[in-house]
């Protein structure tokens, strides 16, 4: 109860000293623009998630990260949505931290044990073979 007093009272601050310094309008705006984020976060919540259990499938990251990338995404996109600038800058902080987390797991942490579809179905071909095409006559031998 204590820690919803605390955040009410910080969101009261922050809110009144940033509004008060850019406008009525403009903090109208920057309610519905951080509310339409936040809903186009969770339309497109089905990709993210489709794109995390490939790289769980393809051992890029572990299921402790997957739930922690997908549980920060959605909760991110829910406080973009609640009006307020403390929920806005917290649900944009959570975003960038999902994007940087996937960057660093996806590209410098695990990209050796990372198994994409493309790197197994590479067709090797052998180097000394060498393809030719024969021409019959239609001559028969006699």
Same mark, same amino acid.
């Given at each position: 109860?204590?820690?919803?007093?605390?955040?009410?009272?910080?969101?009261?601050?922050?809110?009144?000293?940033?509004?008060?310094?850019?406008?009525?309008?403009?903090?109208?705006?920057?309610?519905?623009?951080?509310?339409?984020?936040?809903?186009?976060?969770?339309?497109?919540?089905?990709?993210?998630?489709?794109?995390?259990?490939?790289?769980?499938?393809?051992?890029?990251?572990? !299921?402790?990260?997957?739930?922690?990338?997908?549980?920060?995404?959605?909760?991110?996109?829910?406080?973009?949505?609640?009006?307020?600038? !403390?929920?806005?800058?917290?649900?944009?902080?959570?975003?960038?931290?999902?994007?940087?987390?996937?960057?660093?797991?996806?590209?410098?942490?695990?990209?050796?044990?990372?198994?994409?579809?493309?790197?197994?179905?590479?067709?090797?071909?052998?180097?000394?073979?060498?393809?030719?095409?024969?021409?019959?006559?239609?001559?028969?031998?006699?």
């Amino acid at each position: 109860m204590i820690y919803f007093i605390i955040y009410l009272f910080l969101e009261v601050l922050i809110s009144v000293n940033i509004s008060s310094s850019i406008g009525g309008l403009a903090t109208f705006f920057e309610i519905m623009l951080s509310a339409f984020i936040g809903i186009s976060i969770l339309i497109n919540f089905r990709k993210t998630l489709v794109e995390n259990m490939t790289a769980v499938s393809y051992n890029c990251i572990d !299921l402790d990260q997957f739930q922690r990338l997908n549980l920060f995404t959605l909760f991110g996109a829910i406080l973009l949505i609640v009006p307020g600038f !403390l929920t806005d800058i917290l649900g944009i902080f959570m975003q960038f931290s999902v994007f940087t987390s996937m960057l660093v797991n996806r590209y410098h942490l695990k990209s050796t044990n990372c198994k994409t579809s493309f790197k197994e179905n590479h067709i090797k071909k052998d180097s000394d073979v060498i393809d030719v095409e024969i021409i019959s006559n239609n001559t028969s031998i006699k």
